[in-house]
């Protein structure tokens, strides 16, 4: 696509938290902090689920992949951040935008459909414990991963495509923390009505659809959890379960309040911090919701500690 062809805009000015430049400082090192700790807590989990032969089962794999989506969408908005915290406003290139933006709505899509299967995985587990094998085996297993990366892969594609398609004649401040789709689309020199539309239906059929039928997936399993005889048997399902509804819920309620809110909805600040909550914040504390309150999991990072130490003392 030739830019000059179609817009006076060659590039973006992210204004981030300007309004607070006496915050910034203490912005900057806490986002690094936050971000510091995503790739750790995320790596921790991606590399012992990797070394750990009893773990190479779907619900471990599943939350593999998660880690792998969340260390990605905090590599995309984090390191531009806080350059913008740095300088109080920065400005990006109009093709780096998009291709942030490409990958923001890339790596969200997917893992909205990965806490989808998530959630059948354990239904699967909890209400069929005897089927369960033939229900998620290694064929089903690959189709759902690769099915929910590949509908991420087509989100960012069509959505990315169609926004920057459309011209930007002034002004170039976007009044945000990254290029995201909502603070973008207020810059377009043109009618929008349209993308609106399709945005919308998108983000009912992509983020309220599949959090309904995890909902009802949840009730179902409450209702197979009380059911069971044994009380340890009960309280593992719960932290299990637990666990996974605490990230559903903080993901997909914010997203859900970023992507289905109408233009004049929020205050930008309240936008910002929205925004973080899903882009970060769930990054951040997928892996201490996870591992914490998973037994297995933390068995098996002791074991490799201990492995380790072991090797160190010979």
Request: proline share 4%; with cysteine; charged share 10%.
């Amino acid at each position: 696509m030739k830019r000059q062809n179609q817009s006076s805009v060659v590039e973006f000015i992210l204004l981030g938290f300007s309004n607070f430049p006496e915050l910034q400082g203490q912005l900057f090192g806490i986002f690094l902090i936050i971000y510091l700790l995503t790739l750790i807590g995320n790596a921790v989990i991606i590399v012992v689920i990797c070394l750990e032969q009893s773990l190479h089962v779907p619900m471990y794999l599943f939350l593999q992949n998660l880690s792998v989506v969340d260390v990605s969408i905090s590599a995309v908005i984090m390191p531009e951040m806080l350059v913008v915290l740095s300088n109080e406003k920065t400005s990006i290139s109009f093709v780096s935008c998009f291709a942030q933006m490409y990958f923001i709505l890339f790596f969200g899509g997917t893992e909205c459909f990965l806490l989808g299967t998530m959630a059948y995985d354990r239904f699967a587990a909890i209400c069929s414990p005897l089927n369960y094998p033939m229900i998620m085996n290694k064929r089903v297993f690959m189709k759902l991963v690769t099915g929910s990366w590949t509908l991420g892969f087509m989100l960012g594609t069509v959505q990315t495509t169609w926004v920057s398609s459309f011209p930007f004649c002034g002004p170039s401040e976007i009044n945000h923390i990254s290029c995201e789709t909502p603070a973008v689309l207020e810059l377009a020199c043109a009618d929008t009505f349209l993308f609106e539309i399709y945005a919308f239906t998108g983000t009912i059929l992509i983020i309220m659809l599949p959090f309904m039928l995890i909902i009802l997936s949840y009730i179902r399993i409450l209702f197979a959890i009380l059911k069971m005889p044994s009380t340890t048997g009960r309280q593992k399902a719960f932290s299990t379960c637990a666990s996974h509804l605490t990230s559903v819920t903080l993901f997909y309620g914010t997203a859900s309040m970023t992507y289905l809110q109408p233009k004049s909805g929020y205050s930008p600040e309240t936008k910002k911090l929205m925004s973080l909550s899903y882009s970060l914040l769930t990054p951040l504390l997928n892996p201490l919701i996870y591992s914490l309150r998973n037994s297995e999991l933390k068995r098996a990072l002791i074991k490799l500690w201990q492995r380790k130490v072991d090797l160190h003392t010979f």
